[in-house]
């Protein structure tokens, strides 16, 4: 059984900065596309940002220039940076895997973590 742990979410005041990790165990994860998606109230579940095994990414286009995902291989980890932070990111961040390519289509991902809440004031 795999397993994905998150970490790093909170409450922070627009324009600032946050850092969520993802810790996977369990499976040969490191050969697996990982990603993070958000939920918020009322919202459907949206992909934020995936990355390949050997590193290709991919971001919703209103994160673009403001996230970065990557990955440790070595440590099975995957990093959400996420600077320049408004309120409409405010939501549950789920970290997730599959195999294969990334994907933004959040029924194709294989395991997910239990989520992180990230609210970010005005």
């Known amino acids: 059984q795999g397993q994905l742990v998150e970490s790093g979410g909170g409450l922070v005041q627009a324009g600032g900065s946050l850092r969520l990790s993802c810790a996977a165990s369990g499976r040969a994860f490191s050969t697996y596309a990982m990603g993070w998606f958000r939920q918020a109230p009322g919202k459907e579940r949206e992909l934020v940002a995936a990355?390949?095994?050997?590193?290709?990414?991919v971001y919703t286009d209103s994160v673009k220039g403001r996230f970065t995902i990557s990955r440790d291989n070595a440590k099975i980890t995957v990093y959400l940076q996420m600077n320049s932070l408004k309120p409409e990111d405010t939501a549950v961040y789920y970290c997730?895997?599959?195999?294969?390519?990334?994907?933004?289509?959040?029924?194709?991902?294989?395991?997910w973590g239990q989520g992180t809440q990230v609210t970010v004031s005005s």
């Open positions: 997730t895997a599959k195999r294969y390519s990334p994907d933004y289509v959040y029924g194709r991902y294989e395991y």
């Open positions: 990355v390949s095994s050997g590193g290709s990414t």
